[in-house]
């Protein structure tokens, strides 16, 4: 069957001026997102200088891109220019080829059925920040499920005991992350980009030496070059500050004879099946790194998001007030199967408010889509919260209704309509672990405490879809 050419698909309305689309993300992502729902039920062309680009909102193209062709459509630079210095070549900036091995070697590390351990960390976590909390007392809920979200992660990942974001580790995690989102997509990113993309154009010309050459100007343009100002040294401050304890807790490990359960010690003993190696230094580096950044924003704003939710609507509190008060004790591993709509207020959260909203691919080599010959080198823009938001697949969008997520409910939808964890090859490792998290630290939650909002929280999509200013809540301790 012949291909359309790229050009032939239909362009999203607007893109105008020098930047076209990306300056549109840039200026208002929200307002590109709600853009795409409307405007994209397959795909459409977006302008953007110098590469290709489209946006796929259907569940069928999503699984051609993400699991199908999952190769061919690779992490893009964008993505690698904003997290590449915090998190190197792990699993969720790598491309293919070094991916594959990483992610073979770290899979059984997450592997469900050896989760349940962490279950008494998660709840004991969430029970050690509630009880610094005061009855009827205010309190900002996103302030307060990022510090139960990164002591998990403390605990989980390397036995860390009080890990809360007082720590210079959860300032400089925080000081990086604001910085790749403010970075990707900005001017800057487009001018370090369009470098890039010349260097690769001015190689493809010339011979074998030159090709070598062009690949170590390349690896060294993977992340930013030019960090200049007080927002470029305070990302340098914090990217040192973290390799500092990263190093530190590795090298202590490593002279420990205790045996320890948690992550680091899954990750130091994996070995890969094919040649029996393990993880080098700094592939273990950017690994820790990866997973505590990539495992606790994303965790804590969708807890804040589902309690926010609950508390607007009264009916479905009610639903899951009835379910984990009638729990004998704290959650335990053993009582999730009797958390149910627990779960599905965490699902229609993370449906209302992905928090990794907006992420994208490249294809690494001539490919097609839907019936069109997608050129090397073309960005695809994919966006949970545009598909989540789609009236077609999800009547009434806007409305919280938990029992979307009811069994046959479920099975009556394409998979791919619902995302907040990615599909294919490349889905979330740790989605298990932040679907087991939420549960319990949700049933802790509203067992201990009733939370009323204090006004309405807007997304504002930066790292991560973060409530604007915090999420401000009255709470009153339980009988
Ligand atoms: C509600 C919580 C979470 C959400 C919404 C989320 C979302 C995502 C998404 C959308 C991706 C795929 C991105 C892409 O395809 O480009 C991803 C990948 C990843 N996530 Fe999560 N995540 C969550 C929690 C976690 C946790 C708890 C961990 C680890 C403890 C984790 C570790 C990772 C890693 C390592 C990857 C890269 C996987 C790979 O490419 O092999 N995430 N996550």
Redesign the pocket.
């Known amino acids: 069957m012949s291909l359309l050419p790229i050009s032939a698909i239909s362009q999203l309305s607007g893109g105008h001026g020098l930047l076209g689309h990306s300056g549109e993300i840039e200026r208002n992502r929200l307002v590109f997102i709600e853009k795409v729902t409307r405007e994209t039920a397959r795909l459409s062309r977006l302008r953007v200088p110098t590469v290709n680009a489209v946006v796929i909102n259907h569940p069928d193209l999503l699984h051609e891109v ?1 699991v199908e062709r999952a190769r061919d459509y690779d ?1 893009s630079h964008l993505l690698r220019y904003s997290l590449y210095l915090l998190a190197g070549n ?3 900036t790598a491309l293919f080829d070094t ?1 594959k091995r990483n ?1 073979r070697m770290i899979a059984p590390a997450f592997h469900p059925g050896s989760l349940g351990v962490f279950a008494e960390p998660m709840v004991d976590c969430a029970q050690r920040v509630t009880a610094e909390w005061h009855d009827r007392s205010q309190i900002d809920l996103l302030r307060e499920t990022t510090r139960i979200t990164m002591a998990i992660a403390g605990r989980t990942l390397f036995d860390a005991d009080t890990l809360l974001e007082s720590d210079d580790i959860g300032h400089a995690l925080t000081v990086a992350l604001e910085w790749a989102g403010n970075n990707a997509p900005s001017a800057r990113a487009f001018v370090h980009l369009l470098v890039r993309h010349f260097t690769q154009v001015a190689a493809d010309a010339t011979n074998a030496p030159a090709e070598s050459r062009r690949r170590g100007l390349q690896r060294t343009l993977t992340g930013p070059v030019l960090l200049v100002g007080k927002e470029g040294r305070e990302l340098k401050h914090a990217i040192a500050v973290l390799d500092k304890h990263v190093e530190r807790i590795v090298a202590a490990r490593r002279s420990d004879p205790k045996e320890h359960g948690d992550l680091l010690a899954r990750l130091l003993a994996a070995k890969d099946e094919v040649d029996g190696s393990s993880l080098d230094a700094k592939q273990l580096r950017d690994e820790i790194l ?2 505590f950044v ?2 606790h924003e ?2 804590a704003t ?1 807890l804040a998001w589902c309690i926010d939710l609950l508390a607007h609507n009264p009916d479905e509190y009610a639903l899951v007030q009835r379910e984990v008060d009638a729990l004998s004790g704290p959650p335990t591993a053993a009582d999730l199967p009797q958390l149910p709509a627990t779960l599905r207020a965490f699902k229609e959260a ?1 449906r209302l408010y ?3 909203y907006l ?1 994208s691919r490249q294809a690494s080599r001539d490919t097609e889509l839907a019936g069109y010959a997608i050129p090397k080198h073309t960005a695809v823009a994919i966006s ?1 919260l545009a598909m989540h938001r789609r009236p077609d697949f999800w009547p009434e969008p806007d409305t919280f209704r938990p029992a979307r997520f009811l069994p046959e409910a479920e099975r009556s939808r394409p998979k791919l309509a619902w995302l ?3 599909a294919g090859p ?6 298990q ?2 679907l087991m ?2 549960q319990l630290v949700l049933a802790h939650l509203l067992r201990a405490y009733e939370f009323s909002p204090l006004g309405t929280s807007r997304p504002d999509p930066s790292a991560t879809l973060r409530p604007a200013g915090g999420m401000p809540m009255r709470i009153r301790k339980r009988a």
């Open positions: 993400m992490k792990g699993l969720f991916w992610r990866t997973l990539a495992g994303t965790t969708a993370l992905p928090p990794v992420f949970p907040p964890f990615g490349r889905v979330c490792i740790g989605a672990f932040a998290e939420g």
